[in-house]
């Protein structure tokens, strides 16, 4: 072949290669912009308040009402009310010893703090399980069906160690309030319970009935609170709209790429399996040692765990409608990227599995979290056990990880014994036609300056998830701003919410009630136009 015929051939694959470029550039482009399009604000955006049927001001409106509304008085309550709830020690110390007598005393206080909430005839009050609330708020409307604000009393344990200020002092210092519950969970209790005290002495009447669920033990399970609560819900035929506990929140400068605040709702979280690993083995003296003891078989065992991670399930969540729901707010090349998945999908979730907090996302993640074995330093240890904690990826069963843990052991003297198990939460419907999702994001624009709303993954458990029978739609969301440095405070040290904060999560909650007053979604002028 000639170098001419070479250089033609060369040339028309450049031509074709440039050609296949560029398409591939604006394909890529065409989706990073109609994405961004198609993340509109939600069906209630864009068109004011439709009719008497919303009822309520116009988005935002109401915020500002409620902040001149608020007089000194109230705003002090307020903060007040927090302070006081951070200041009885509601510990959680493990499933069987919880300071019951400061969760009695929670009970008094509730009752003292909020008397509108305990005298009104609209409401009905229970306590559940001797230490849990739940109130029954009832709507004028029977036919619209009825949805749930959850939250928890119980703090895990903090001592005053590497505090700043005393946990349970509830100590303000440049517009913060300091103090184990702070941002998990008490000012959600304490935030609802006051929206609906605001709401009662405007005389507010709701459309919609709802609950407000008060767990007790959530730090341990939530099995004797809200477990109790939704057997009583069960046994009385309650269906649910939703129901919406804490867990994400509004990120700022969390997630890296992303230049303004965004809201994450929760619509699933991870699974769970506490499995302990035993290897047997016949005791003797060390001075005549088997070739391998207990620890070494067991160590051999564990570290193959550590070092075969769980496949990589990028993609095969809601983790990937999250990215590409967001794609308009990372910055540029991520914004190709995430609005290209379909290109990118393997790139980012190498990328994701780099750090911690975001391989948590993508895979179930394996820690080994207890290590015993050994009686003596000459004799052969009879016996090694070790815990390991997984924490389920959505996309698989306890099963499947099960069965892989065997593959990647694969020594029959290694015993398996499953402590605990559940598998990850059913995915909660986000589309434009679920009224739980749309409400909870019409609510979220108004109060944090249109922060965009998107899916997310808990990685952590919350009560909510005992209450897979009474409704498909679950949300999880605190409504508090978290910045990169308030993530290690939630379970740690100097946990706080700033009085601003707090305020806007009263707030958060004394226009979600309203907004539940809706009848449905509105049908959006969109689909309207494209049939
Ligand atoms: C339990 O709570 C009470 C207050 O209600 C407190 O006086 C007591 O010190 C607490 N006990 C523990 C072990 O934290
Ligand atoms: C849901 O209902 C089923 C059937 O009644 C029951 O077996 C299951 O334990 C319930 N799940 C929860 C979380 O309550
Ligand atoms: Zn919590």
Not at 98 to 126: D, M, W
Not at 305 to 315: A, H, V
Request: proline share 6%.
């Amino acid at each position: 072949m000639s170098r001419s015929r070479w250089r033609c051939a060369g040339g028309a694959l450049l031509w074709l290669s440039l050609v296949g470029l560029g398409v591939l550039v604006s394909a890529l482009l065409i989706r990073t912009y109609t994405l961004q399009e198609r993340r509109r604000a939600g069906p209630w955006q864009g068109e004011g308040v439709r009719g008497a049927e919303l009822g309520e001001l116009e988005r935002g409106q109401l915020i500002e009402a409620l902040r001149g509304e608020m007089q000194r008085g109230e705003r002090g309550h307020l903060r007040e009310a927090l302070r006081g709830a951070i200041r009885i020690p509601t510990v959680s110390f493990s499933e069987e010893e919880q300071n019951t007598t400061a969760l009695a005393e929670f009970g008094e206080y509730i009752r003292k703090v909020f008397p509108g909430v305990f005298s009104s005839s609209l409401i009905q009050h229970e306590v559940v399980a001797g230490y849990s609330h739940l109130f029954t708020v009832r709507g004028s409307d029977p036919s619209l069906l009825p949805y749930m604000l959850l939250a928890h009393s119980d703090v895990v344990p903090a001592t005053s160690e590497g505090w700043d200020v005393p946990p349970f002092s509830a100590e303000e210092h440049n517009g913060y309030i300091y103090g184990r519950g702070t941002l998990d969970d008490k000012s959600c209790v304490i935030g609802i319970l006051q929206a609906l005290e605001f709401l009662l002495k405007r005389s507010y009447k709701p459309r919609r009935s709802f609950y407000v669920g008060i767990g007790h033990d959530e730090e341990v399970s939530g099995h004797k609170g809200a477990m109790k609560i939704v057997a009583k819900l069960q046994s009385q035929g309650v269906a649910l709209a939703f129901v919406l506990d804490e867990g994400l929140a509004v990120l700022d400068r969390v997630i890296q790429g992303v230049r303004r605040p965004i809201a994450l709702v929760g619509t699933t979280e991870k699974g769970s399996i506490t499995l302990k690993l035993t290897v047997n083995r016949a005791p003797g003296h060390s001075s005549m040692p088997p070739p391998e003891t207990s620890i070494g078989i067991l160590a051999a065992a564990v570290s193959r765990l550590e070092q075969n991670p769980m496949p990589n399930m990028f993609g095969a969540g809601p983790e990937g409608a999250m990215f590409e729901q967001l794609a308009g707010e990372f910055v540029f090349p991520l914004n190709v990227m995430m609005a290209n998945l379909w290109l990118f999908s393997p790139l980012i979730s190498r990328i994701l599995e780099l750090k911690s907090s975001s391989n948590a996302i993508v895979r179930t993640t394996t820690a080994l979290t207890l290590f015993n074995a050994g009686i003596k330093s000459n004799v052969i240890p009879p016996s090694a056990s070790a815990t390991v904690d997984f924490r389920l990826h959505p996309a698989q069963t306890v099963q499947e990880v099960l069965d892989i843990v065997r593959n990647t052991i694969r020594d029959d003297r290694v015993e398996l014994a499953v402590l605990k198990a559940f598998n990850p939460l059913p995915v909660s419907p986000y589309d434009e036609g679920n009224f739980g999702y749309q409400v909870l994001q019409r609510t979220i624009h108004a109060v944090f300056s249109d922060a965009p709303v998107a899916p997310g993954v808990c990685i952590g458990n919350t009560d909510s998830r005992h209450f897979v029978n009474l409704t498909n739609s679950i949300y999880r969301f605190t409504p508090v701003v978290l910045k990169p440095e308030d993530m290690s405070r939630i379970h740690g040290l100097n946990e706080r919410i700033a009085q601003e904060d707090f305020e806007r999560l009263v707030q958060f909650y004394y226009q979600l009630i309203q907004n539940s007053d809706a009848d449905k979604v509105p049908t959006s002028h969109r689909t309207a136009h494209e049939l």
